[in-house]
């Protein structure tokens, strides 16, 4: 039987959240409602009166209001996405001292909700992780770098925060991988909503072909630069060399490090055959069945980000692209265990 679990990041429901019509509560019921009963959280984003470095943690009364929403809908905190706010003051950096003084809030933040570990953003310094972690370990909490594009596993910042884990321990920290950096289809949202901003549709459809049959995307943004496209136009170029389509097996060499999969998606849409929706972008077909092949025991945790490049055309819904992303998780993972039976 698969040990991968469901989850979503309340990420997924920021829409309904930032115009009104969401609460805390809310996001948490929606995605019980789904099934996915791990619940990745945002503190700086939904949870009001998050603390900034140096200020009081919030009160008892919160953590203990949390546990009673976990409680009435069966849910399980699992992590605690936190954010280096590096450009705090006016006119310089944070230091080091002050980088770890945040992430040690963020710690006893997700200590105190029960989760089990923290997303760590990718600008965060690796010693900043490394100095963190004794801190850490004290209060139960792994930490896990994402992987986020155009960040991949090859590039020097990633290694680097891998190697702290060789030299602290993979038990207190490892990795996040970020499901766009697989993203084999250039988003159909995303060119659609360039369209509607005036894109030129030939230039559009050239960057499109490039992605999709993974050619050199920089050399042709370079080029609509050089020759002075629109910043419309550009703008898509520059998301064909933004996100990137990295071989799915590369998870197989990390195996031991992957805390916990953001499961992004970007639209969920009806396939003809099959009795749930697919994911435009990302090949989830290929990737649940090798996260089961490497023993990965975590949550796949949904989060949605079709909604920015829709909110201009349409009601956005991440209601029901979470429960439908939910629903084709779901039928993998079924997919497995009916393999192993």
């Not at 996405?81 to 933040?109: A, C, P, W």
């Not at 509607?196 to 230039?203: E, H």
């Not at 050089?226 to 071989?247: E, F, S």
């Not at 998870?251 to 499961?263: N, T, V």
Request: proline share 5%; charged share 25%.
């Amino acid at each position: 039987m698969t040990r991968i679990k469901r989850g979503v990041s309340l990420y997924s429901y920021q829409h309904e959240y930032a115009h009104g019509s969401f609460t805390l509560k809310d996001a948490i019921a929606a995605a019980a409602r789904t099934g996915a009963l791990g619940i990745e959280t945002l503190g700086e984003q939904m949870i009001p009166g998050f603390p900034f470095p140096g200020q009081s943690d919030l009160p008892d009364s919160f953590y203990a209001r949390w546990k009673e929403l976990m409680d009435t809908y069966g849910t399980t905190p699992t992590v605690h996405d936190m954010f280096l706010d590096t450009k705090r003051y006016k006119g310089r950096l944070l230091n080091l001292d002050e980088m770890v003084e945040s992430l040690h809030r963020d710690i006893r933040h997700t200590a105190k909700m029960g989760a089990q570990g923290i997303r760590v953003i990718v600008n965060t310094p690796p010693e900043v992780v490394e100095a963190a972690a004794p801190y850490a370990r004290e209060h139960g909490v792994w930490m896990g770098v994402e992987v986020h594009s155009p960040y991949s596993f090859d590039d020097d910042w990633i290694k680097r925060h891998l190697e702290v884990a060789e030299r602290v321990g993979s038990d207190v920290v490892g990795c996040v991988p970020d499901m766009g950096i697989f993203v084999h289809r250039l988003p159909r949202v995303v060119v659609d909503r360039a369209l509607r901003d005036g894109a030129d549709p030939d230039l559009a459809a050239q960057i499109v072909e490039t992605y999709n049959t993974h050619g050199d995307t920089q050399a042709l943004f370079e080029r609509l630069e050089a020759d002075g496209a629109d910043p419309v136009t550009l703008g898509l170029a520059r998301n064909g060399v933004h996100m990137i389509a990295q071989p799915v097996d590369c998870l197989r060499s990390h195996a031991e490090l992957i805390k916990h999969i953001h499961a992004k998606f970007y639209e969920m849409y009806p396939v003809e055959g099959f009795d749930y929706w697919h994911e435009y972008s990302i090949p989830y077909h290929e990737i649940v069945p090798l996260l089961e092949e490497i023993g990965f025991d975590g949550y796949l945790s949904s989060e949605y980000e079709g909604n920015r490049h829709i909110e201009d055309a349409e009601t956005v819904d991440s209601v029901t692209q979470v429960a439908a992303h939910q629903g084709m998780l779901a039928a993998l993972l079924a997919d497995l265990a009916g393999k192993e039976g």
